[in-house]
Nanobody, 122 residues
Framework: QVQLVESGGGLVQPGGSLRLSCAASGSIFSINAMGWYRQSPGKQRELVAY???????NYADSVKGRFTISRDNAKNTVYLQMNSLKPEDTAVYYC????????????????WGQGTQVTVSS
């Protein structure tokens, strides 16, 4: 069984910063891409950023230059540094990881965290 546990959300003023963390644990053989998605009320879940096992990154246009995704492979953890936050960044942020388990090494599945609320407001 695999779990993704997020932390780091909260309330911040416009222009402020937050750092989200997501740690994967359980019977993990390998982790491929890891990423962050977000969903605000009345909107579909959208990709914010992802990072491959080799360190290549991709960002949504709306966060380029403000957010930075990184990962620590030794800790099975992905981070999202969010700077210059705007009210429109307010959403529930979900961690995602494509993982092969020790029991099924030839197959990868997507796993999701429980979500962490980020609120940007004065």
């Amino acid at each position: 069984q695999v779990q993704l546990v997020e932390s780091g959300g909260g309330l911040v003023q416009p222009g402020g910063s937050l750092r989200l963390s997501c740690a994967a644990s359980g019977s993990i053989f390998s982790i491929n891409a890891m990423g962050w998605y977000r969903q605000s009320p009345g909107k579909q879940r959208e990709l914010v950023a992802y990072i491959t096992s080799g360190g290549s990154t991709n960002y949504a246009d709306s966060v380029k230059g403000r957010f930075t995704i990184s990962r620590d492979n030794a800790k099975n953890t992905v981070y999202l540094q969010m700077n210059s936050l705007k009210p429109e960044d307010t959403a529930v942020y979900y961690c995602n990881a494509r993982i092969s388990t020790a029991q099924a090494r030839g197959v990868s599945y997507d796993y999701w965290g429980q979500g962490t609320q980020v609120t940007v407001s004065s």
